[in-house]
């Protein structure tokens, strides 16, 4: 079974500038969750996605971040315009409903 | 905000000693749930642990938790150099969850 896969792996911008990260679930999980994990720091949830709709987005920062599930598979992940404290690393996890979910490799991203 | 707060922040140990990793959490919980993320990868589910359960094995695993006391402590056994890695206990409260910042383990050969 394949994993749940993100991409780019590294990105590295200047502030200001906007990034977009992908994510592909595991086939079949409904459930989809973007993570930000600052270094040093434990994954926090930024938006849960059951299937296109979303079901949790209290933490996301609104103003600058926005994500979509269109078809109820892929995700897109978008900062504009990013700041220097979005240096981070970006986590996809899904699950098909049962309790554990499924990490990706996660994006890493860099903002000088 | 950060509900489960591990201790020690690192733990340096020889190959073949035990490793305890303790978490504590302040709200009611659905579960607990232990990841390992090694340096630069993803999270890896490694054990749950339910409300109504005390302990739980998984292979050198073992888990325990007090909900009275809001805690849980994971313990690795005959511990490896594969083991290095950040630990991180979850608590499920609403089907999210939220993570602690984690312990670092050190297992030299």
């Known amino acids: 079974e394949a994993g749940v896969a993100q991409s780019p792996r590294y990105k590295i911008i200047e502030k200001r500038q906007s990034v977009a990260f992908w994510c592909n679930p595991i086939?079949?999980?409904?459930?989809l969750y973007w993570y930000q994990q600052i270094l040093g720091q434990g994954p926090k949830l930024l938006i849960q996605?059951?299937?296109?709709?979303?079901?949790?987005d209290s933490q996301l920062p609104k103003d600058r971040f926005s994500a979509e599930r269109l078809k109820g598979v892929d995700s897109t992940l978008k900062i504009q315009p990013a700041k220097l404290e979005d240096s981070a690393v970006y986590l996809c996890?899904?699950?098909?409903?049962?309790?554990?979910?499924?990490f990706g490799p996660g994006t890493r991203l860099t903002v000088l | 905000s950060q509900q489960g707060e591990e201790d020690p922040q690192a733990l340096s140990i020889q190959e073949g000693e035990n490793a305890t990793m303790n978490c504590s959490y302040k709200?009611?919980?659905?579960?607990l749930q232990w990841y390992r993320q090694n340096s630069g990868r993803g999270l890896v589910h490694l054990i749950l642990?339910?409300?109504?359960?005390r302990e739980k094995h998984s292979g050198r695993l073992r888990v325990t938790l007090d909900t009275s006391k809001k805690s849980s402590s994971l313990l690795i056994t005959a511990s490896r150099a594969a083991d290095t890695a950040s630990y991180f206990c979850?608590?499920?409260?609403?089907?999210?969850?939220?993570f602690g910042k984690g312990t670092m383990l050190l297992v030299s050969p």
């Open positions: 642990i339910r409300s109504n359960e």
């Open positions: 996890a899904s699950t098909a409903g049962a309790d554990t979910q499924y």
């Open positions: 086939s079949g999980h409904a459930t």
């Open positions: 709200t009611s919980i659905n579960n």
């Open positions: 979850a608590t499920d409260a609403h089907s999210t969850l939220t």
């Open positions: 996605f059951q299937n296109n709709g979303v079901v949790d």
